[in-house]
């Protein structure tokens, strides 16, 4: 009898290892992952946000610096999670990588040649399925739920993903068209170039994003430059820019800023236009559409990011935070 069902697992292809299942990522390519999933990698940035929300205790850790702060307001899974190599920086993590021993590598963002051209090289070293989900603002609840698949998470995927597409539909009908500059930096001259991700939210708001002339996702810019370009909107996403604008003739002198057109994002505990360019820009695309940041804010970072913010993280979240003048 023993004898007869060990032949029958050989016919039915038993190993004794997991079974796999195949899944089409972004890039089109098909990727055998496995059945039972335990330690998921996230790429960069972009995934680790897409993960902390759906899997934080699959979750290796933080392919980048999560400050305490940002830690705080993270679910308990998500927060006491160590910084792990980044596989889509510019050091070569091949040996680290296949030492944490992930059973699944997800990457989230642009679906390029460079990050197709990624995902598959890091397969082929490491041996180690790696999967690429499309990071744009409308995919967002397609990636949720897609994950939640492979992952078996459907239930948690689908509360996200309902929840993304709320937001998503508060941007949605006619908009003006403004003309928008969005920067990074303590001085607000690392700006955004048009057509990237990072500048996705206002993409999808309708609005014109300007930037110097130069190649790139981000350019570096003069005062002279920007006053060139007279843009009716800045939108910066360091919190130190609410002390530059509010000490700088030079950024005095433009017109957005002297009529308060001249918004700092929220960046805690992830930016709410880009930094990173996750799921976080729904908060971002909701803000500047007009809606309540603070109900935002308490609403995401409850359903989200599993923590609900006492009154005093909420007034942290938000400071300094306006709303457009009509």
């Known amino acids: 009898m023993l004898r007869r069902i060990f032949l029958l697992l050989i016919l039915l292809g038993w190993s004794g290892a ?60 998500a927060a006491g999670l160590p910084q792990v190599p980044r596989l889509t920086g510019r050091e070569d993590v091949t040996d680290k990588i296949i030492g944490l021993k992930p059973d699944l590598i997800v990457d989230y963002g642009t679906v390029s040649p460079r990050y197709s051209g990624l995902a598959r090289a890091t397969q082929q070293r490491t041996g180690i399925p790696t999967i690429l989900l ?56 690392t700006v955004d ?58 950024w005095q002198s433009l017109q957005a800023v002297r009529e308060g057109r001249a918004l700092v994002a929220p960046a805690l505990p992830f930016g709410w236009t880009e930094e990173p360019p996750s799921i976080n820009r729904l908060l971002g695309l909701a803000w500047l559409a007009g809606r309540d940041p603070a109900t935002l804010a308490a609403t995401f970072n409850a359903v989200v990011y599993g923590h609900v913010l006492t009154p005093a993280e909420l007034h942290t979240v938000l400071a300094g935070v306006r709303a457009l003048p009509p």
């Open 18 to 77: 997991a079974s796999a299942a195949d899944i089409v990522d972004a890039t089109g390519r098909s990727v055998t992952v496995p059945t039972q999933i335990h330690r998921v990698l996230p790429a960069g940035p972009p995934a680790a946000v897409l993960l902390a929300a759906l899997a934080p205790d699959l979750m290796i850790g933080w392919p980048s610096p999560i400050s305490s702060q940002a830690r705080a307001l993270l679910s308990p899974e």
């Open 134 to 189: 499309d990071g744009s603002l409308d995919g967002i609840p397609k990636a949720f739920r897609t994950l939640g698949s492979v992952l078996h998470r459907e239930a948690r995927a689908e509360q996200l993903a309902r929840f993304a597409e709320a937001l998503l539909s508060l941007a949605t009908g006619p908009h003006p068209s403004p003309r928008v500059l969005s920067a990074r930096g303590a001085d607000g001259l």
């Open 193 to 250: 170039a048009p057509g990237t991700d990072v500048t996705g939210v206002f993409t999808h708001l309708g609005w014109h994003v300007v930037a110097p002339p130069g190649s790139g996702t981000f350019r570096q810019a003069s005062m002279v430059e920007i006053r060139a370009l007279n843009p009716d909107i800045l939108v910066f996403s360091d919190p130190a820019m609410n002390n530059t604008l509010g000490q700088s003739a030079a």
